[in-house]
């Protein structure tokens, strides 16, 4: 959970309702600070124009590896209508933005900055599909997006660029024009005050009507109702560089049964969503193998992150966001988001949808198993979540019973797991065999699991040591006792797996080596030996 507590002193009320957000005009006001801390932010140079064919409903700009680099393209309707239905940006890294909404464009008109980005990239192609009959003999425009910084390296072409024609099948001939130059190294960037973090995710919430923010940037956005499919994107998240690593700063005050927003999101200060994109499997598999390929500390590695009960979609991304950037991750991060309610009193409701989401996750977790082209997937399971994974990977084996023993995956981490403990030993007494390693992230501190058990009458979830100080212990998982490291909001001490720089330094560790147990990964864990040989489990003890 995300800053939660069950208390909040009323001056506090007072400060969040009597505080105003910065109105429209006031924004207004102030373009050039705003324009900076938004993604898609610099000059724009005109690339190509071509012209469509009678019959034509696909337009391709193709050769564009030898322009500029790019925040983002637009596209412009210079002299007539022109009703776009896909856009898809192809870089020369292999990542590819698939852009799926109707854009209606009147004459004269462009669109929004299309897959706004804080980096350059270079572009390999941008094909535009367009709804028949709408766009004939209608020319339309390729600009792009390029660092504001340099602008003044390039020159823009005129609005009168050349035009090539278009034939059906959307083959075209070469380029006309002259390349441009290329842009600077991306070291001569401005340097903003927060770093952009890409993430992965799959999904089975239904999806809901798109925000806008920024430059007319659309963000996709998911509700807490479930959708009944699987849907795969992409997510982006800014992340304030000046701030304590672990935490999650955000515009407001989650007071438990509501949020406050007592002011404008900064990207200087706070966590915000940069982009959300739903896109196609194909699609998804070239985007997440093309993440891999860039990785250089964690060669192979990915993680997917299950968040916990009482998380919206957007607090999911944020954990997800804040793990990879704190631990210095730059493997392939993924993100499974089930449909929690995000409501404090729905902890019912929560359980059972973490429960129904097991054949999404599994589907989720196959796909990135057989083709994302990573060596080591490693699984992180917090709260509520750990129900969806323990029944997801329940069904896997008992559909691939050849899978046990294969070690599958590389890590697999349950922290702070809302499962009865006896249901855990019973379930990972055969799933141990699907990963190289287990990890549990236990506490006797933890006062959502203390609310749970007293919910259930005094049954010990796994993820809470009870009085004796002994956590669950099953054969073949490392059970370690974190209840030193308080660090959550409000005395909600349920993120501790996150907000703990140990713990970080810990996942990133047994990520990088698997090194079993704990102890040899650092000495801060200090092996407990169990009564009467009933096995043995690790302290996290602070360092003096």
């Not at 002299?79 to 239905?85: G, R, Y």
């Not at 698939?98 to 390999?124: H, K, Q, Y």
């Not at 923010?213 to 997510?235: F, S």
């Not at 993820?463 to 209840?483: E, F, K, Q, Y």
Request: charged fraction near 20%.
């Amino acid at each position: 959970m995300l800053h939660r507590g069950l208390s909040v002193p009323l001056a506090l009320l007072a400060l969040a309702f009597g505080t105003q957000a910065t109105s429209l005009a006031q924004q207004a006001q102030q373009p050039a600070l705003q324009s900076a801390l938004e993604p898609g932010y610099g000059r724009l140079v005109t690339f190509d124009a071509l012209t469509a064919g009678e019959a034509g409903q696909i337009i391709s700009f193709t050769d564009l590896r030898n322009k500029v680099r790019v925040r983002g393209v637009r596209l412009v309707a210079p002299n007539s209508a022109c009703v776009v239905e896909n856009v898809t940006i192809t870089y020369t890294n292999g990542q590819v933005h698939n852009e799926t909404r109707t854009i209606d464009l009147r004459a004269g008109e462009r669109t929004a900055v299309i897959d706004p980005r804080f980096d350059d990239r270079s572009l390999e192609s941008v094909i535009v599909a367009v709804r028949p009959g709408s766009c004939s003999g209608a020319v339309l425009e390729l600009q792009g997006v390029v660092d504001v910084a340099a602008s003044n390296t390039y020159a823009s072409r005129s609005a009168k660029a050349p035009t090539r024609g278009i034939d059906p099948a959307g083959s075209s001939q070469p380029p006309a024009a002259p390349a441009l130059p290329k842009a600077p190294a991306p070291g001569t960037l401005p340097d903003l005050p927060y770093t952009a973090v890409d993430l992965y995710y799959g999904t089975d919430r239904k999806a809901g009507e798109p925000r806008t923010r920024g430059d007319q940037v659309r963000i996709g956005t998911y509700g807490a109702e479930p959708g009944g499919r699987l849907e795969l994107g992409k997510a982006t998240v800014s992340i304030p560089k000046n701030r304590k690593p672990g935490t999650i700063p955000v515009a407001g005050v989650d007071l438990v049964i509501t949020t406050l927003n007592y002011r404008q999101a900064d990207l200087a200060r706070d966590f915000t969503v940069l982009g959300v994109n739903a896109i196609s499997q194909d699609k998804f598999v070239a985007a997440i193998q093309a993440r891999l390929g860039q990785a250089q500390s964690y060669q192979g590695h990915a993680f997917v992150f299950i968040h916990g009960y009482f998380v919206t979609f957007d607090d999911a991304i944020f954990r997800a966001a804040q793990i990879t950037y704190d631990m210095g991750f730059d493997g392939l991060p993924l993100v499974y988001s089930w449909p929690s309610a995000g409501q404090f009193r729905q902890y019912i409701t929560d359980r059972d949808r973490a429960r129904e989401a097991r054949d999404y996750l599994k589907d989720f977790l196959n796909l990135v198993a057989a083709r994302s082209g990573a060596t080591q997937i490693h699984l992180i399971a917090h709260s509520t979540g750990a129900h969806a994974l323990l029944e997801a990977l329940d069904r896997m084996l008992l559909q691939q019973p050849d899978l046990a023993g294969t070690g599958r995956f590389g890590e697999i981490v349950f922290a702070a797991p809302d499962v009865l403990a006896g249901d855990f030993q019973n379930a990972m007494a055969s799933l141990v065999k699907l990963a190289r390693g287990t990890t549990l992230y236990a506490s006797k501190s933890d006062r959502a699991l203390q609310l749970s058990e007293f919910a259930r009458n005094g049954a010990q979830a796994a993820g809470l040591v009870p009085a004796n100080g002994i956590p669950v212990l099953v054969a073949g998982v490392d059970s370690i006792d974190v209840s030193l490291l308080n660090t959550s909001y409000f005395g909600i001490n349920h993120s501790s797996f996150g907000d703990a720089q140990p713990l970080l330094q810990d996942l990133g560790k047994v990520f990088a080596t698997g090194y079993h147990p704990p102890s040899s990964r650092d000495q801060s864990f200090r092996e407990t030996p169990a009564p009467q040989n009933a096995g043995r489990f690790w302290r996290w003890m602070r360092q003096p």
